[in-house]
């Protein structure tokens, strides 16, 4: 968390503008009351940067939207570990991308023609989360190098990774 900030600050950004959500704060809930409350925020013009570091997961598709089949969540922070995601189940503390994308597309909006919007997923199965939620938008996954290990079922927090969190600033 702290990195990102360090980042976001070395490139312009003002420290009392960039925001994090971690542990217990990144909820679903939480999630996506940050995200309506940046895109209040939002002025035409300006650069907003989402990163998301934690867990993802993915189940099939609910509306027939996707051209693999599979929607792609965002697990945060109040998703129940043992939870087992069945088809046609209410999927509590999980973020589908139909939902990020509509978020997405609030902050575009909000930072106008001239404003830009960067969205950084740092979790499994985030390949295709955000892929035609903005017009022009250019986000195509690039094919994983051959040989690295698959990503393990998401899980909100295990032993040797952290809890997910969250970043925006504009």
């Known amino acids: ?9 070395q490139r ?4 009392e503008r960039v925001r994090t959500l971690a542990d217990s704060a990144a909820t679903a809930e939480g999630i996506l009351a940050a995200f309506d409350a940046l895109a209040e925020e939002t002025q035409p013009g300006d650069t907003v940067v989402v990163h998301y570091s934690g867990h993802g997961y993915k189940v099939a598709d609910d509306n027939g939207d996707e051209q693999d089949g599979v929607d792609e969540l965002l697990v945060a922070h109040d998703a129940e ?14 973020l589908r991308d139909d939902i990020v994308a509509e978020k997405l597309v609030a902050l575009r909006r909000a930072a106008g023609p001239e404003g830009h919007v960067l969205l950084l997923l740092d979790s499994c ?9 903005l ?7 690039a094919p994983p ?3 690295l290990p698959k ?7 295990g ?5 997910p969190g969250a970043h925006a600033a504009r």
């Open 81 to 94: 570990p043992s939870y087992r995601v069945e088809a046609g189940a209410e999927l509590r503390g999980y």
């Open 159 to 163: 032993p040797d990774q952290g809890p």
């Open 151 to 157: 990503c393990p079922a998401a899980h909100p927090s």
């Open 12 to 15: 312009g950004f003002a420290s």
């Open 145 to 147: 190098p051959a040989g």
């Open 125 to 133: 199965f985030s390949g295709t989360a955000s892929r035609g939620a």
């Open 1 to 9: 968390a702290e990195l990102i900030r360090h980042v976001l600050e």
């Open 135 to 141: 017009d022009g938008a250019r986000s195509q996954p």
